[in-house]
Structures are given as structure tokens and as C-alpha cells.
């Protein structure tokens, strides 16, 4: 059961544009979304979140969008950096159980200089 | 700043074998999550663990795999007989207050297990 999807397994920008990443979701009880950054050989960190009752949340250059009626968020990386090369996860918790988070399979950004 | 560490980084085992992973979580954290990730797929869930019980399992989590907590600090995901799809990498997870708190998990840096 695919309840959180990356459509997108990678996405190649040049520096200083502007990174979309898109995650699709199918179950309208999710009410809390999270992006996680993973670097090779290292763990997924923390990125940005948004609940449910916002359509937008903003920190810095990170910006995600949450469409509830298309079940559907995307993360913006605005300006794009070389450092920003990663594999970004969608996370999606529901609102009756706080306890698990539903992630996608990721999409590998690759900002080139 | 603290983080959560997982050891071994990286083990082979011949199928059928037991398999203990560690991870040692941010000290005054509350919660523990265990999640893998098998190549190329999604990071799933597995189970989470709080006040010394499993709050939380998912139906990968089967009757070959147990989490405990021996010593206070350790916190560890057993795999009593491994089979081939076993292969993943898996992440401990740990939050300070559970995830109804910020929903924030920090990571691991994972165990990769390979079962030959």
C-alpha cells in the first residue's frame, strides 16, 4: 500500500533555479506532512513541515506547498545550491495515529554548478 | 549536537542467521521508531517503542523480529532468522516527546544489512 508517492525517482537543476519536488498522497486522514534530506551513508534529517490546516509553510529557502483537495504537497528550493544534491522524502503521519509516518520512495535532486 | 548512532554500519549474514542491530538514542528521548529502506524502495515503517513496550507495529514486523531495550540505553531490533528479503537499510529513529509532538524523527545513520 502506496499511501505517500514520489512519482519522480530523480531531478537534475542548475544552480540558482528554482527545485520542485512533488509527493502525492491518497489518504485524506493524513493531517501532518514532513520533508526529510538524506545524504549517502548518512541518515534522513529534518527539512520542513506543514499540518494540515496551512497551505504554505516558508523557512528560508524551503518553501511547501500543501494542496488538500489533490492530495497533493511539493517542497521549492528557491535558490537551488550545489549543496542542496540529495534524496529528498515525503513523510505523511495520520491523524489517528501519531505514532507512524508513511514515506515515499524519494526523489534524488542533483543541483548542478 | 546529540545524535542518534546505530551500530554495526554494515552487516553481512548468511540466511537463516540471527541478526542484532543497535542504536543508541538521543538521551533524553522518549520514543523509538525502527524504519527501513530497501534499495531503491520507500523508507517503511516497522515498529515504535516507548515506555519499554511496542505502541506500534506494522505487518512487515512479524514473528522473527523484536525490539528491546536492555539496558537503559541500547535500543535494539533483532532479526531471529534472516531470509533474503531482510536486505535493507535499517534507521532508528528517536523523538523527545512523540510524534505528536513536532512530528520531528531524528535519524540514524542506518544499518545496512546484506543477507547472503
Known amino acids: 500500500d502506496q499511501q505517500v508517492k514520489q512519482n519522480s525517482p530523480s531531478l537534475s537543476v542548475q544552480e540558482g533555479r528554482i527545485s520542485i519536488l512533488n509527493c502525492d498522497y491518497t489518504?485524506?486522514?493524513?493531517?501532518?506532512f514532513l520533508w526529510y534530506k538524506k545524504y549517502p551513508a548518512e541518515g534522513p534529517t529534518f527539512l520542513i513541515s506543514i499540518s494540515s490546516i496551512k497551505d504554505k509553510n516558508e523557512d528560508g529557502r524551503f518553501t511547501v506547498f500543501l494542496n488538500k483537495s489533490a492530495k497533493h504537497l511539493s517542497l521549492h528550493i528557491v535558490p537551488s545550491q550545489p549543496g542542496d544534491s540529495a534524496v529528498y522524502f515525503c513523510?505523511?503521519?495520520?491523524?489517528?495515529?501519531?505514532?507512524?509516518?508513511?514515506f515515499g520512495s524519494g526523489t534524488k535532486l542533483n543541483v548542478k554548478p | 549536537e546529540p545524535e542518534v548512532t546505530q551500530t554495526p554500519s554494515h552487516q553481512v549474514t548468511q540466511m537463516g542467521q540471527e541478526v542484532i542491530l543497535r542504536c543508541v538514542p538521543i538521551?533524553?528521548?522518549?520514543?523509538f521508531y525502527w524504519y527501513r529502506q530497501i534499495l531503491g524502495q520507500k523508507v517503511e515503517f516497522l515498529v515504535s517503542?516507548?515506555?519499554?513496550?511496542?505502541?506500534?507495529k506494522s505487518e512487515i514486523f512479524d514473528d522473527q523480529f523484536s525490539v528491546e531495550r536492555p539496558d537503559g540505553s541500547n535500543f535494539t531490533l533483532k532479526i531471529r532468522s534472516t531470509k533474503l528479503e531482510d536486505s535493507a537499510m535499517y534507521f532508528c529513529a528517536t523523538t523527545p516527546k512523540g510524534a505528536q509532538g513536532s512530528g520531528e524523527l531524528f535519524f540514524g545513520e542506518g544499518s545496512r544489512l546484506t543477507v547472503l
Open positions: 489518504n485524506s486522514m493524513f493531517d501532518y
Open positions: 517503542f516507548y515506555n519499554n513496550e511496542i505502541s506500534e
Open positions: 538521551s533524553n528521548h522518549l520514543y
Open positions: 513523510a505523511a503521519r495520520a491523524i489517528y495515529n501519531f505514532n507512524k509516518f508513511y
